[in-house]
């Protein structure tokens, strides 16, 4: 009797361990499910905070680029100024300027590398050159043609492609960015010109809601507020623009 009691206690208490050992492991098993999951969103979150200071470090370097195409006193040191300003017909030109017989870049050199265009995230519509890469989806640029306005003026995007030169360019993702207050810095009225456009395909040309200021002249749509979108970061060239506030947008924090 006494022999048969102490075993049913020792059993018993044999199998509380083995319980207890196997709550206990089955609870480690969801605490470090747990952290892999904030790990993998903290990565996740991480890598898209590159790729968006990404986007604005290249929209940005494309923005200042055209504007310098459009400026009949840009030139560098060993080339001779332009006699004339011709529209941008394609990014690719900023690489070398075609209408100059001395070599004359817009961009640093690397915007001429050629890409994988076998990347899972665009194939099988990839960027062929990084010049032509949206970081954020690693498709081509929205393309936004127009004309330059006069100085003081901004430019005005076109309602036909016949002719119109590339005045900006704008992200193919609808993806809701991180950042999306540009205040006191070069990019606050970014796009302004195109504020309410429809994203339309890569090489064509966006179509203008229109509005009217005080007096009832029609003009684009104010932008205002937050941009929701990376399609509405719109590097338009602006000859107006201040350089240096484009790197005080880029370095701020996120």
């Known amino acids: ?136 989806t690693g498709k081509e640029w929205t393309i936004i043609r127009g004309t330059m306005g006069a100085p003081g003026q901004s430019p005005t995007v076109s309602a036909s492609a016949q002719g119109a030169g590339i005045i900006g360019v704008a992200s193919q993702s609808d993806e809701k960015p991180l950042k999306t207050d540009f205040k006191d810095t070069a990019l606050e009225n970014m796009g302004i010109t195109a504020a309410a456009t429809t994203p339309t395909a890569p090489g064509t040309v966006p179509q203008v809601k229109m509005g009217t200021d005080q007096t009832g002249t029609p003009t684009p749509a104010a932008l205002g507020g937050k941009m929701t979108k990376y399609s509405e970061w719109k590097f338009i060239a602006d000859p107006t623009n201040d350089h240096s506030k484009i790197y005080r947008a880029y370095h701020e924090s996120w």
């Open 1 to 136: 009797m006494g022999v048969s009691l102490v075993r049913s206690r020792v059993t018993i208490t044999s199998l509380n361990r083995n319980g207890f050992t196997f709550l206990a492991v089955i609870f480690m098993v969801m605490i470090i499910g747990i952290m892999l999951g904030l790990t993998g969103e903290s990565w996740k979150t991480i890598m898209k905070r590159e790729r968006e200071k990404e986007l604005l470090f290249r929209g940005s370097q494309i923005k200042e680029a055209i504007e310098n195409w459009y400026n009949p006193k840009y030139t560098v040191p060993g080339v001779p100024p332009r006699t004339a300003v011709h529209p941008l017909m394609d990014l690719k030109d900023l690489l070398q300027d075609p209408y100059t017989l001395t070599p004359l870049r817009y961009l640093p050199h690397n915007y001429a590398t050629e890409l994988d265009d076998k990347n899972p995230k665009c194939a099988p519509n990839c960027a062929k050159l990084k010049v032509y890469q949206d970081p954020m």
